[in-house]
């Protein structure tokens, strides 16, 4: 039986903690990578090097956004494919364990189901501006 008196307590711990890894993820590609260095990275992989600019701003503006609870159902849905995406084509190749070289991709793939799972629960509390709730 859910408590629905500490679930959206619950929900806001997981909204704000992958919150900020994603921001973590995205300024990493930003500062320390670089855009160009990111964009390169992807074309490595043979994906179009706009989608590391793409997945760099999503990961920003997508973790800033779950931090403050802005739509965070929107976004945390709108994340799932580039989670989808890094497991497949940035992690899909090195196994299942995320210990191997280069990564494997079980964690994107962790990520992705709650991203998933935050969607489904809501915005918890303390939401900036909470998604509209399916009727």
Known sequence: MNNLNTAPYAILALRVTTGV????????????????????????????????YVTMLAEIAGGIALILGFKARLVSAALVPLLLGAAFFGHGGFGFNWSNPNGGWEYPVMWAIVQASLALLGDGAYALAPSKQAA
């Open 21 to 52: 890894l994603f921001l973590a993820h995205g300024l990493i590609k930003l500062l320390v990578f670089t855009p160009a260095g990111t964009a390169g990275y992807f074309e490595s992989i043979g994906l179009p090097g706009v989608l590391g």
